[in-house]
């Protein structure tokens, strides 16, 4: 039996929001949505897998700044530079305290054997983006 991912779902404060920022930077696709009694937003993460924002007011209960050891997910990308590049332009920089919403972690040679670095979406969600294979 084979158990396959599907999606990953994250509350937000605001879905359209934070769509928009998956759909800038990303390059995610919105998805149609059944008309669930919780606002919410789908979008497409590439053959059969899906990133699902839904309401919740008070958003997530992070409170601190970008941490690689605290709960995220990871998007795997062909092109890193890219990404990176995509980020920088929107204002996320290295170069800031380290609770700072705009922080960038990357990692270039880390233990995993592969380029990453770390995020946070507007209600404060991790993310990687890695070159894994």
């Not at 599907?6 to 995610?28: N, R």
């Not at 998805?31 to 590439?46: A, M, Q, T």
């Not at 880390?110 to 894994?132: H, K, S």
């Amino acid at each position: 039996m084979a158990v396959l991912l599907h999606h990953v779902s994250l509350v937000t404060s605001d879905p359209e929001k934070v769509a928009e920022f998956y759909q800038e930077i990303f390059g995610l696709v919105r998805l149609d949505r059944p008309p669930f009694k919780i606002e919410g937003v789908w979008l497409d993460c590439g053959p059969s897998l899906q990133l699902h924002l839904t309401k919740h007011l008070p958003g997530n209960f992070r409170t601190r700044g970008v941490d690689n050891n605290d709960v995220h997910f990871a998007f795997r990308t062909d092109d890193f530079e890219g990404i990176l590049q995509r980020l920088l332009s929107k204002g996320f920089r290295e170069d800031v305290p380290e609770d700072d919403p705009m922080r960038i972690l990357v990692n270039r040679s880390g233990m995993a054997g592969f380029l990453q670095l770390y995020v946070m979406d507007p209600d404060r969600n991790i993310i990687e983006v890695n070159t894994a294979t």
